[in-house]
């Protein structure tokens, strides 16, 4: 079966443009995560949700990250007036639920912006 | 907020040998996951351990949670070149999200 799946896989953005970041999770999986990854660095917790439901977004650097899951399957991160410290590796993983269950990730989108 | 932090950062290690990464949190722990990352590659799962004091064993990979679930261990022993990549833990805290530690980043020279 699929896994998860991002798009795009490479995004180059100039700094002050807002850029979108798609998330296709295992089909059936209830939760869904969003994770930051510098160079270098561990996956920082971004948001999460529980089907359509954001249940945490306390990961969120600031008011200019938002997520959505509308439907309770397909997830977008955007970034608006991207900046400089945007740069990193936008990670999303999905579990069945997330107490106990792995979690699934995607192949990631890097962003650089310029 | 979490914290959950990794030792060492690095480890070069030649073929053979044994290696340990050793995973601490801040706070106690409801269950703890253990991660693979091949350079350019994603985290992988490993496993999960839930219970204080837990141990598990996959091949040649030895999983322990402390006692006081604030605390892990990965050990892997005779590493071969296939093992080469970064080891996270990921701490489930109070809530339903997994924080990452910082990471081990494991080189076995043949």
């Known amino acids: 079966g699929a896994g998860v799946s991002q798009s795009p896989r490479y995004k180059v953005a100039k700094r002050g443009q807002d850029v979108a970041l798609r998330c296709d999770p295992i089909?059936?999986?209830?939760?869904l995560f969003w994770y930051q990854q510098a160079l270098g660095q561990g996956p920082e917790f971004l948001t999460y949700?529980?089907?359509?439901?954001?249940?945490?977004k306390s990961g969120l650097p600031s008011d200019r990250f938002f997520a959505e899951r509308p439907e309770g399957s397909v997830s977008t991160l955007k970034i608006q007036r991207t900046q400089q410290e945007d740069s990193a590796v936008y990670l999303c993983?999905?579990?069945?639920?997330?107490?106990?269950?792995?979690?699934?990730f995607g192949n990631g989108t890097r962003l650089t912006v310029t | 907020g979490q914290q959950v932090m990794q030792i060492p950062q690095y480890q070069h290690v030649q073929e053979g040998e044994d290696f340990t990464t050793y995973c601490n949190s801040s706070?106690?722990?409801?269950?703890i996951q253990w991660y693979k990352q091949r350079p350019g590659g994603h985290p992988v799962f490993l496993i999960q351990l839930v219970k204080s004091g837990e141990v598990k064993k996959q091949k040649r990979l030895t999983f322990q949670f402390g006692e006081a679930k604030k605390n892990s261990s990965l050990h892997i022993t005779a590493t071969q070149t296939t093992d080469v990549g970064t080891y996270f833990c990921?701490?489930?805290?109070?809530?339903?999200?997994?924080?990452f530690g910082t990471g081990t980043s494991l080189t076995v020279i043949p």
């Open positions: 089909s059936g999986h209830v939760s």
């Open positions: 949700f529980q089907n359509e439901a954001q249940l945490d």
């Open positions: 990921a701490g489930r805290g109070a809530g339903n999200q997994f924080y």
């Open positions: 993983a999905s579990s069945l639920v997330s107490e106990n269950s792995p979690l699934h």
């Open positions: 706070t106690t722990l409801s269950n």
